[in-house]
């Protein structure tokens, strides 16, 4: 392509059916996160993926993509204005060298906003008030999310034209720093801001269907192909190997999430399996294009068994991280980011790269996780002040969908009228007798 603003049909179909993947990955988050939850919450926490979509479109249509793409200011955002309400960029206007326009590539970067901020959720299932979440999500955005992404992806300090690059250039493919690192350890903020669930640690807090964790699961496989592949901008060889890494990468995740569980546990379990499908979709996003298909299976199968091991670390440090964001997301996002200084074929330490690039993937490590972890503080802090995050406790026990929402997502049919949560009622003396007799949580069986 001569012209460098001549529309590429080509890369224009892909990134646009790479988007609608995308974005398809925040309703399977939902199912995912909706089944490990109690039955009681389930609804709220469903509507904690989607309240994502809507408040992150917005947020990121006004500001967000400027933030993030926009003329960098000291290497650590973008002109919060130069492209307001995706000005200027109609379907005329081609991102030079790519031969996509503007709104497509717009849009596409939209939906890893769109999901990073989601992921958050599941660190504080089951207590918080939806319109504290909303208003989060809004500000973590624009605040943390797009300026990280302009330091990463926009020509900021931790990507290729920053100070790291002269040891070596920093990879982050699709988000291994961006979305993973920097969710995760905001999960981890927002758990120690918000506290634990009334109970946790001691009454059982089981996921009330499986069968729904392993639908989310597969339908985040199935859209993280335009997570990985879609990052190559264009249907070609890159995007061939990034998929293809993908899928074993995930595989081996998979195994190796097995593997602890069968050693430890002496079982194999689905929420294990489905845990393991993320941990390893985590762990290659950074590396999709950086590896070559055996050495993303190594980097899968350790992540896997590094996950899998991480999760249980909430109960020993008392952080009610409810649905393991931190044990997943920011262990497999360090995962994957740090090794590729170890097994990419281009700088990898053991293909006689040396040390270089596996110190700058530490330092951008460290960098995103400092950056997020105190900007989410000081957010989660004043949201705290001004709004509270928490609902009341008899709400939290009775259960958030009724008190809340004024609905249930369970209206079983021959159930006695009495027994049906058509209104708020207190919270029963002890744990529903067909909520305990569910598996145990992904903390409890691991």
């Known amino acids: ?13 892909w990134i646009l059916i790479s988007a609608a993947l995308v974005l398809l990955m925040t309703p399977g988050l939902s199912l995912f996160y909706g089944g490990m939850v109690r039955a009681r919450t389930v609804l709220n926490m469903m509507l904690m993926s989607f309240t994502a979509i809507a408040v992150v479109a917005i947020a990121w249509t006004l500001g967000g993509y400027s933030i993030a793409f926009g003329d960098g200011i000291g290497g650590l955002f973008g002109n919060p204005v130069q492209f307001f309400g995706l000005a200027g960029t109609d379907e005329q206007s081609i991102l030079a060298g790519s031969g996509v326009p503007f709104l497509v590539a717009a849009g596409f970067q939209m939906t890893f906003a769109i999901i990073s901020a989601a992921i958050i959720s599941g660190a504080i299932a089951d207590r918080v008030k939806l319109g504290t979440w909303m208003v989060f999500c809004a500000v973590w ?22 100070p790291f690059a002269a040891i070596a250039e920093p990879v982050d493919f699709a988000g291994g720093t961006v979305v993973h690192i920097n969710a995760g350890i905001a999960g ?6 918000v506290g634990a ?7 059982p807090m089981r996921p009330h269907n499986l069968p729904l964790v392993m639908l989310g699961a597969a339908l985040l496989w199935f859209g993280w192909f335009g997570f990985n592949a879609g990052s190559a901008g264009t249907a070609d060889a890159t995007a061939g190997l990034a998929w293809v890494n993908t899928t074993v990468a995930t595989a081996a995740a998979m195994l190796g999430w097995a593997l602890v569980e069968k050693i430890r546990d002496k079982h194999v379990t689905s929420l294990g399996a489905a845990s393991g499908v993320v941990a390893g979709l985590v762990a290659i996003t950074p590396a999709a294009a950086a590896l070559n298909p055996v050495t993303s299976i190594v980097i899968g199968l350790l992540a896997g068994v590094a996950c899998a091991l991480a999760v249980g670390l909430k109960y020993r440090f008392g952080i009610d991280d409810s649905l393991d964001v931190v044990g997943v ?3 497999g996002g360090l995962v994957g980011t ?13 293909f006689g790269g040396g040390f270089s690039l596996l110190l700058v993937q530490i330092l951008v490590a460290v960098a995103a996780m400092v950056f997020s972890g105190v900007l989410t503080a000081v957010i989660a802090l004043v949201l705290k002040a001004v709004m509270g995050w928490r609902v009341p406790e008899a709400d939290e026990r009775a259960g958030i969908d009724i008190t ?10 021959g159930a006695p009228a009495s027994r049906r949560p058509s209104v708020p009622r207190p919270a029963p003396s002890a744990p529903a007798a067909a909520e305990g007799a569910q598996p145990a949580t992904a903390g409890e069986v691991r």
């Open 1 to 13: 392509m001569d012209d460098p603003f001549t529309l590429d049909t080509g890369a224009t179909a």
């Open 141 to 162: 955005v624009l605040v943390v999310y797009a300026p990280l992404a302009h330091m990463v992806w926009g020509g900021g300090l931790l990507g290729g034209d920053g």
């Open 188 to 193: 981890l903020v927002l758990a120690l801001v």
């Open 197 to 203: 669930r009334k109970g946790f640690g001691k009454e």
């Open 329 to 331: 997301h920011l262990v």
């Open 338 to 350: 740090i090794l590729i200084g170890v097994l990419a074929t281009d700088g990898g330490l053991i």
């Open 404 to 413: 809340h929402h004024a609905e249930s997502g369970y209206d079983l049919v």
